[in-house]
């Protein structure tokens, strides 16, 4: 679990620093000012070591890509602050953990006139005595662009597929159906199944049983489509899509987190589809199965009920070194500035602004 994280040279950061990092950690800050980038820098630390298509997955989620032909190239510059590569120009970031390990990813453009420009990719798991882990070079052009090739893409997502991941990213669209699909059979017929039921009834109590229907004559489609529930007092069975975006939103979240365990949940704008008056109990719900499968959580909140949601099951909590934090992010501060859970508890009741 990380305690600390440090980010050089990553999107808007020239430097930046979170320290105090607890289980759920709710980033809050203004537009623009890096709460999602902080999201991709964790997720790069934990995941890019053995799944270097994460790199794909941050930059086409951002939109920096171009298609052509069956290839895909990935506009990697974007990864770096003020959008170039120079020659020397590397992104670092390092996290600490709760026994003082550190871990560190650097990726490094590298030109030399001799030779074409690389993306050099360098994973230490013990910062201080200099233990190499894993390295990767990369073509990349002048101008910064890699190409995933099939081949690459192929090789990629063959090595990353022995590996149980160690992210759950949800962005602000929540997953697929495709991708709900897959969590939701990971755990089919398991005590965290009915963690996700559970979590559906914080929505609407009447739900009884959720099933994925995949394929056959009734299956329903659409963006919401894949899942059928029963409710306690309904015969037929009725489609997830039918019972709004927070349902939607709430499955997303549930079966993120129960495929997580003994990892890392990332959620953009978290409050996404929400009534707030159902934010507290979100907020009990993953906070209870955060510990229980041992999950360190990271969000980011425009929402003022967000956070002061959260400060219900703070005030709840004896203050605990791994506990809840609130981290506000400020546009050209090297540093978050954290509230502790009885800071946060305090704030909420003096209606104290932390966003």
Not at 22 to 49: C, D, F, H, M, Y
Not at 94 to 114: F, M, N, P, S, W
């Amino acid at each position: 679990m990380l305690k600390s994280l440090k980010i050089e040279n990553f999107r808007c950061f020239p430097s930046f620093e979170m320290k105090q990092l607890g289980r759920l950690n709710l980033i809050v800050g203004t537009n623009n000012s890096g709460k999602t980038s902080i999201l991709e820098a964790i997720q790069l630390l934990i995941a890019l070591p053995t799944n270097h298509a994460i790199l794909s997955d941050i930059t086409v989620d951002r939109s920096e890509y171009i298609n052509e032909n069956s290839d895909t190239h990935l506009a990697i510059r974007h990864l770096f602050y003020n959008h170039k590569i120079d020659e020397g120009d590397q992104i670092s970031i390092t996290g600490t953990d709760y026994a003082g390990k550190l871990e560190q990813i650097i990726l490094k453009g590298q030109k030399d006139r001799q030779k074409s420009p690389e993306l050099y990719i360098l994973h230490w798991d013990d910062v201080e005595n200099r233990v190499q882990n894993a390295s990767l070079w990369l073509p990349i052009s002048q101008d910064g662009i890699l190409i995933i090739d099939s081949q690459r893409k192929a090789n990629w997502e063959k090595s990353f597929s022995r590996l149980p991941p160690k992210t759950r990213f949800v962005n602000s669209s929540s997953f697929s159906s495709e991708q709900m699909i897959e969590l939701f059979e990971r755990i089919v017929i398991t005590p965290e199944e009915d963690l996700v039921i559970e979590s559906l009834k914080i929505i609407e109590p009447r739900i009884k049983r959720i099933a994925n229907v995949s394929s056959g004559k009734y299956r329903y489609e659409g963006s919401h489509s894949g899942f059928i529930v029963q409710l306690t007092d309904e015969l037929q069975r009725v489609p997830i899509g039918s019972m709004g975006d927070g349902m939607w939103r709430m499955l997303g979240l549930a079966l993120a987190i129960v495929n997580a365990k003994d990892g890392v949940l990332l959620v953009d704008e978290i409050d996404t589809g929400l009534h707030f008056t159902v934010m507290s109990d979100m907020w009990k719900m993953l906070w209870e199965t955060a510990k229980r499968l041992n999950v360190q959580i990271f969000a980011t909140t425009h929402s003022n009920d967000c956070w002061q949601s959260l400060a219900d099951i703070a005030n709840a909590e004896n203050p605990s070194e791994d506990g809840i934090t609130i981290h506000r992010i400020e546009k050209g501060k090297p540093n978050s500035i954290v509230f502790t859970e009885r800071q946060i508890a305090i704030a909420a009741e003096r209606n104290i602004e932390v966003r």
